[in-house]
């Protein structure tokens, strides 16, 4: 069974544009979440995706958007970008959601310069 | 507000030692929680979930145990390899996301 992919895994941009980032869960799973990693705030929630409705949203300003198709992949956009937002973005899946085990893909690092 | 905190943050051990990996959390409502290993540049491998019901779980040399009403679980790792190295990361699930905390750095050298 083919585990949690993400593309591209290595993207350098440029302030005030803007990146999509790509997610494809485990086959069978509908639930997408997506995390930023940086070194000083560690691992924080973006939002969570299922059956097509974004479900949960954490503490991120409306630049970081996300949205995920009828074949439960997903995207992550985040446009403006700023210096701050460079990190690795990680998305998970699972089956339902809330109570089953996450799966986490391989990252996206993303440096804005 | 749920916290999630690590105790140590680093861990340096000769091959072959038992140790073993804290976590604390503040809010005991939780659904369930999950052991991660995270290698340098890479995503997060999952290692051993546990539900809010269970005590601990188990899987080969690796054994996590769970008490809600103290706000601990640990992770128990046996006879240590150098192939352990990463980084160890344990995450709460309440309501709708993860919360995870800072992770310990574990090195073992042979």
């Known amino acids: 069974k083919a585990g949690v992919t993400q593309t591209p895994r290595y993207l350098i941009k440029t302030r005030g544009q803007q990146v999509t980032l790509s997610c494809s869960p485990i086959s069978g799973h509908r639930s997408v979440s997506w995390y930023q990693q940086t070194p000083g705030q560690g691992l924080q929630f973006l939002f969570e995706y299922f059956s097509e409705t974004q479900r949960n949203k954490g503490n991120f300003p409306g630049r970081f958007s996300g949205r995920q198709f009828s074949n439960s992949r997903s995207e992550m956009n985040v446009s403006t970008l700023e210096l701050g937002d460079s990190a690795l973005y990680l998305c998970?899946?699972?089956?339902?959601?809330?109570?089953?085990?996450?799966?986490f893909g391989p990252g996206t690092r993303l440096t804005v310069l | 507000k749920q916290e999630v905190t690590q105790i140590p943050a680093a861990l340096s051990v000769p091959e072959g030692e038992n140790l073993v990996l804290n976590c604390s959390f503040t809010?005991?409502?939780?659904?369930?929680l999950q052991w991660f290993r995270q290698d340098p540049g890479k995503g997060l491998t999952s290692l051993l979930l546990?539900?809010?019901?269970?005590r601990e779980q188990t899987s080969g040399r690796l054994n996590a145990s769970l008490d809600k009403s103290s706000g601990r679980s640990t992770l128990y790792i046996a006879a240590s390899q150098p192939g352990d190295s990463a980084t160890y990361l344990c995450a709460v699930r309440k309501t709708d996301k993860l919360i995870f905390g800072t992770g310990t750095r574990l090195q073992v050298f042979p």
């Open positions: 809010d005991s409502a939780i659904y369930n």
């Open positions: 546990i539900q809010s019901s269970q």
């Open positions: 998970a899946s699972s089956l339902l959601g809330t109570s089953n085990e996450q799966f």
